[in-house]
């Protein structure tokens, strides 16, 4: 009866530890503003190949072809 209870209990524990993980996930709406310097320049060296275009330096919004 030990063993039962203690494993309930451990699987419980287990399960906690998953929670915070939907807590420290980021709005896909946001973009970091080094990242998007970096695509830029991807899209800016790859001109006409990748159909997409820049989006703000300041991260404000993102194009529709992103």
Known sequence: MKRKIFSILLALCICLT???TAV???NPDDYNT???AIINAIIA???GKTGMTPANPDGSESPASW
Do not use: K, N, R
Request: glycine fraction near 16%; aromatic fraction near 8%.
């Open 18 to 20: 998953l929670l915070p």
């Open 24 to 26: 420290f996930a980021g």
């Open 45 to 47: 060296a790859h001109t």
């Open 34 to 36: 080094g990242d998007i």
